[in-house]
């Protein structure tokens, strides 16, 4: 009595076997290490609140996410961007930011006596404007000037051409001879526009983010990484007077969310028993690296830390 | 039994590790200009965990050295594991054997398997036939050595060296003296319960060697610790009345302390050892005194129409706690040295009719811990000298007669859960956790837990 195996259970068996098992060796990766996210602030509110709130919110929400665009790509719409659009952002960039608003109050003070001279022959048809494009670009004057220049070109490209002819017209006469370089020079520039204002973009991406929340550690970082450092931290039960036992580490941090030195103990303390806690709050240190909650973006924060490990609140009694 | 003890010198760094302390060294004089705004974490709550810890079996010294290097591993393993401030790793999860104690472990691989802190030693006979014991201490996270020491003792005694090494690793560690090189004396208790036989018994605080100190003909009760460590003292009804007794471990010569008409009962030493306070009959009633050992002068402490009983030292003998029953029910109180007017410091706040009984003063004086009588239950418990911050360790039918470790932060007691079967002895740390039994031959009960021996 032989038994018959039918081939195709056999090859759909292996076949099985196979795709499941494939499936439980790639799939069973590593969980991915996300950094938690930021924690947001949540007010409760009533129904009348609410419904007053909404009409307020209504322009603040529209306002919202165009400030942050604009804000982003200031450098480069101004020009195209109307008046009114403009004045709207003023009230973003105050309300949002504290910064910002010093800086324009200041700097169109300043810059209006400046520019008329070299400016004002270049855009006397834009006056209010300037008002607004010289508080944005203060820092990167000159790019923004290029830019204006440039982007000027569109619309007015006889102004500009008489405004930036210095470098052009010795290339017009040698180019004019081979088109082939001129529409090279052309590229060329574009491209360095492009990536001008790509950092540009970058550079205030980043400063509205710090203006926002990168710049502080988040509650969420920081709720992490005491979570990882209770967690490893060993306190021995039915010590002798806990409340004399709070140390203090002082720790550097490389980029790479590891120790770049031995944690060292700032605070003092004299006693055997002051000395193993020491230790044990050490102990914590060393195993909790790397502290893959930290976020790249506040590095400026948690490279330098101190950390108290205080076990007063464990023994009310 | 003489234990004579040298300190190991810590090993040589290798290389490599100098280099790592050197930048570490620069780095931390560098830390404290560079870090000005540096964020500040406070971590309110750790975690109130075992620390583990890797014991090895130690080095043989010689092939016939094998047993005892995994039984004194095995006793240290036992010891720390009982404290419940510590979790031995089962020598399964070891990665490295370790072949040579002067050598430096490979700390990657104790780190590995999640060991904070790693006892390496060795045994080797010596050739005037004397057991040399060695041991360093490693911690595994910065591979420094934090404690190192050698012995040297008769190979009978290997397991008080474990104890000893217990104790340096326990005291490294922890910051606290240890207490496993202890005893405890406790009344052995045999036979049905209509007739039970109880003798005096001595053992080591883990349970092991136990030893009969009397034969079992009267009965005995309340034995206590002398700080020499040579001398208990205790009561036993002998042919007339209860009577106070003077026994010495080590020669067997037992004395009667002082001759009282009535009872003498419920004695302690002085911390100095030089003296026994105790209670005296006095009609139905019970009054303290003070016994000097040399002169043999009694002085008496207290003078009330009540029983004042279970009268004991603080630590620096300038008072005495005992329990009286001058308010009424039995309480704790809390007089100077010698007499005066005693406070009483116990007041239940949940039970009225509490009553609180066998006052014993920690080693370390902070606490005084006592048992509590109420609702059916006898509970241990301690509370300050002053009466404040009461706490509950255990609450059970019949728990009693609590007795501190040496340094304070473990505390002893007999459970009795009734019925035909009889009491045994329990620890309990001051925290409230690691409730374990402790291992004797048969029943046991009132426990006094020595100081420790060396």
């Not at chain 2, 005084?368 to 509370?383: D, E």
């Amino acid at each position: 009595m032989k038994l018959k195996v039918d081939k195709t259970i056999v090859a759909s068996a292996a076949l099985h076997v196979l795709v499941i098992g494939w499936g439980v060796i790639s799939f069973s990766a590593r969980s991915l290490e996300a950094p938690p996210p930021e924690s947001m602030p949540v007010d409760i509110i009533s129904a009348d609140q609410l419904s007053k709130i909404t009409a307020g919110t209504k322009t603040g929400d529209k306002n919202n996410p165009k400030p942050l665009v604009e804000k982003v790509a200031d450098p480069k719409p101004v020009d195209d961007d109307a008046v009114g659009k403009i004045t709207e952002k003023k009230e973003i960039i105050t309300s949002s930011a504290p910064q910002p608003p010093p800086k324009p109050v200041e700097k169109p003070v300043e810059k209006k006596p400046d520019p008329p001279k070299p400016v004002a022959e270049n855009k006397p048809k834009d006056e209010p404007k300037p008002v607004e494009k010289q508080p944005d670009p203060p820092k990167v004057d000159p790019i923004a000037e290029a830019l204006k220049s440039e982007e000027a070109k569109k619309p007015k490209p006889k102004q500009e051409a008489k405004a930036a002819p210095p470098q052009p017209p010795k290339p017009k006469q040698e180019r004019v001879f081979d088109q082939t370089k001129i529409a090279a020079l052309l590229d060329k520039r574009d491209p360095t526009r492009q990536s001008i204002t790509g950092a540009a973009l970058n550079a205030s991406a980043s400063l509205g983010t710090t203006h926002g929340h990168a710049a502080t550690l988040s509650q969420s970082e920081l709720d992490a990484m005491r979570a990882r450092l209770a967690s490893l931290w060993n306190v021995q039960p039915g010590v002798e007077h806990p409340e004399e036992l709070i140390v203090t580490v002082r720790i550097r941090l490389n980029p790479d969310r590891r120790l770049a030195a031995p944690p060292q103990v700032v605070s003092t303390g004299t006693s055997p028993r002051y000395q193993a806690a020491a230790e044990a709050a050490v102990r914590a240190v060393l195993e909790g690296q790397p502290y893959n909650m930290l976020r790249d973006e506040s590095y400026d924060q948690w490279k330098y830390m101190d950390i108290d490990f205080d076990p007063k609140q464990m023994f009310h009694s | 039994m003489s234990v004579t003890s040298f300190p190991l010198p810590p090993l040589p760094l290798d290389r490599r590790r100098l280099l790592i302390g050197g930048a570490g060294a620069t780095a931390a004089l560098l830390l404290p200009s560079l870090a000005t705004a540096q964020t500040k974490l406070v971590i309110p709550e750790g975690n109130v965990a075992p620390l583990p810890i890797a014991i090895p079996n130690f080095v043989a010294g010689s092939p016939a050295d094998g047993q005892v290097g995994a039984d004194v591993a095995g006793v240290i393993t036992n010891n720390l594991t009982r404290s419940g401030l510590f979790a031995p790793i089962d020598p399964a999860a070891f990665i490295e054997r370790i072949t040579d104690s002067d050598k430096p472990p490979n700390f990657q691989s104790w780190k590995t398997i999640n060991a904070q802190a790693l006892v390496i030693g060795r045994m080797s006979r010596q050739n005037d036939g004397r057991l040399k014991a060695e041991f360093r201490l490693w911690d595994v996270a910065s591979g420094q050595q934090l404690a190192g020491q050698q012995y040297f003792t008769a190979p009978e005694y290997w397991r008080r060296i474990a104890h000893i090494i217990s104790d340096q690793i326990y005291e490294r560690l922890t910051g606290d003296k240890g207490y496993f090189d202890s005893r405890v004396v406790f009344v052995d208790e045999s036979g049905p319960s209509e007739r039970r036989v109880k003798r005096l018994a001595i053992m080591d605080q883990d349970g092991a060697n136990v030893r009969y100190l009397t034969r079992g003909a009267d009965l005995v009760l309340t034995p206590r610790f002398s700080p020499s460590t040579q001398e208990i003292t205790y009561m036993e009804f002998g042919q007339g009345d209860p009577r106070v007794y003077l026994f010495n471990i080590e020669t067997g010569q037992r004395e009667i302390v002082g001759n009282f008409p009535g009872m003498s009962f419920s004695p302690r030493f002085s911390p100095d050892g030089q003296r026994i306070v105790m209670s005296l009959q006095q009609g139905a009633n019970s009054n303290l005194f003070v016994m000097d050992l040399r002169s043999k002068a009694t002085t008496r402490l207290t003078d009330t129409p009540a029983i004042d009983t279970s009268p004991c030292y603080s630590p620096d003998g300038s008072q005495i706690c005992f329990e009286s029953d001058r308010g009424g029910k039995p309480q704790i109180y809390v007089m100077p040295a010698a007499g005066g007017t005693a406070q009483r410091i116990s007041f239940s706040k949940d039970d009225v009719n509490a009553t609180y009984s066998t006052p014993v003063w920690s080693p370390r004086g902070d606490y005084i811990a006592f048992t509590r009588q109420g609702g059916g239950q006898f509970s241990i418990g301690l509370l300050k000298p002053d009466g404040s911050g009461e706490r509950i360790l255990t609450t059970g039918f019949h728990n009693e007669g609590p007795t501190f470790a040496p340094n304070g932060r473990v505390v002893m007691f007999f459970r009795d859960p009734g019925g035909n079967s009889g009491p045994s002895l329990f620890t309990i740390d001051i925290s409230g956790r690691n409730e374990l039994k402790v291992p004797t031959p048969g029943f046991a009960s009132d426990p006094a837990w020595s100081p420790l021996l060396s």
